[in-house]
């Protein structure tokens, strides 16, 4: 069955539009709160841990969350999560009047921000796998890749031009697009769900069990930890070294990120088919493979048009990469436990994030950053040999 018998399903067209509104605003605020910050400070150290703060909730909070999950309506607290959301960004708005001495306040509404937006995202998990049946978890998965790349096209041109004409605006038009998606998830109509719960802890403790159960994903989500160290720190230096070794302004980086976007339009329009001809492992390995070299690229070149080659590169392997982790994910746990095994891997699967970036803000300040990307390379390939001997490159 393929990707078009989707739109023949009517939730998942409402979910749709839902998520090309969300990730709107997301992808215009991941990119201008950086920005914001780097106009009102100039210092990387800040970037670093403002992006560090964000990551704590899915690190502390997400394998919690996720138990909540699966005892709750997640129609219903998906909005109720967009809503919260667009009142912290309102705030948010608000305490930029008084630039960066505010800063504290700032990061304590990011982190409940960031919190919410995990709730949302595990609540979509579980609608996506209630509404659909399991042949179509992957090109679902796949179809809301490619609206999140297509917001990553659209997202980064306006958040530098927003950015470049006011700062605040960078924060208002995410709150707008938010507000939007939650009213087009109302009135969603789904099937209603049994729910056996047992205590709390003991649904956790059944949480782990199945994940460790599922050997294949238990062995990958601890290769995504080490993948995602790298990106991480990837996303954060290459972005300062754009900026401050480079040279070039938010209006050029948004235009430089949108036209990046295009390849991991491609790479999510394309992982379905790939992962039918190679196999989930060895499209995995090839994916990985790719990102490294992209890594390469952006520590080594400095000419306009190949950084914007290699990123477009990078982008399209790295959905690729996430479109197999979620997408396996998803068809090989249960509706029950989906949300336990969504927020133990989403814990996981950011481990040593904020650490690695507040280490990495600290170090690059008075460093070149090339040398930190080519580590951040070295430590993918590492990881491809983990992968290469790994039960998850056996999955068909």
């Known amino acids: 069955m393929n990707a078009s018998t989707l739109w023949h399903h009517p939730g998942f067209r409402r979910l749709y539009l ?16 950086p920005l914001i910050f780097y106009e009102l400070t100039r210092s990387v150290s800040v970037m670093t841990t403002l992006r560090a703060i964000e990551l704590l909730p899915n690190l502390l909070l997400a394998m919690f969350i996720g138990v909540w999950v699966d005892r709750i309506d997640r129609g219903r607290w998906a909005r109720r999560a967009m809503i919260g959301m667009v009142l912290l960004l309102g705030v948010q708005a608000a305490l930029l009047r008084s630039g960066a001495s505010l800063l504290p306040l700032f990061l304590c509404s990011t982190f409940l921000l960031m919190a919410l937006n995990y709730l949302y995202a595990i609540c979509r998990m579980g609608l996506v796998k209630e509404m659909l049946p399991e042949r179509l978890l992957l090109p679902a998965t796949g179809q809301l890749t490619v609206v999140s790349q297509v917001a990553a096209v659209v997202g980064p041109a306006l958040a530098g031009w927003l950015v470049s004409w006011r700062l605040s605006s960078g924060i208002w038009v995410p709150m707008l697009a938010l507000l939007a998606a939650a009213l087009l998830l109302r009135g969603l109509s789904l099937s209603r769900r049994t729910v056996v719960a047992a205590g709390y802890w003991q649904d956790w403790r059944e949480g782990v069990r199945v994940l460790r159960a599922n050997r294949p994903l238990w062995q990958l989500s601890w290769l995504v930890v080490l993948i995602n160290i790298s990106a991480g720190v990837v996303e954060v230096l290459f972005l300062f070294r754009a900026r401050d070794e480079l040279g070039w302004g938010p209006d050029t980086l948004g235009l430089i990120y949108a036209l990046a976007g295009l390849g991991g339009i491609a790479g999510g329009a394309w992982c379905s088919r790939l992962r039918a001809r190679l196999g989930l492992g060895r499209l995995m390995l090839m994916s990985l493979s790719v990102e490294a070299l992209g890594i390469v690229a952006l520590a ?7 950084l914007i080659a290699a990123l477009t590169v990078y982008s399209g392997a790295t959905v690729i990469g996430n479109v197999c982790v979620w997408g396996y994910r998803q068809e090989s746990t249960d509706s029950a436990f989906i949300g336990r095994v969504s927020g133990l891997t989403g814990s996981l699967f950011k481990l040593g994030m904020p650490f690695t970036l507040w280490l990495s803000g600290r170090l690059a300040g008075d460093q070149p950053l090339g040398p930190w990307l080519l580590g951040c390379a070295a430590l993918h390939g590492f990881t491809l040999l983990g992968l290469r001997v790994s039960a998850v490159y056996r999955v068909r």
Request: charged share 10%; proline share 4%.
């Open 300 to 306: 080594r070149l400095t000419d306009l048009l190949p």
């Open 18 to 33: 839902s998520s090309a509104s969300f990730v709107i605003g997301t992808q215009v605020y991941q990119l201008a709160l």
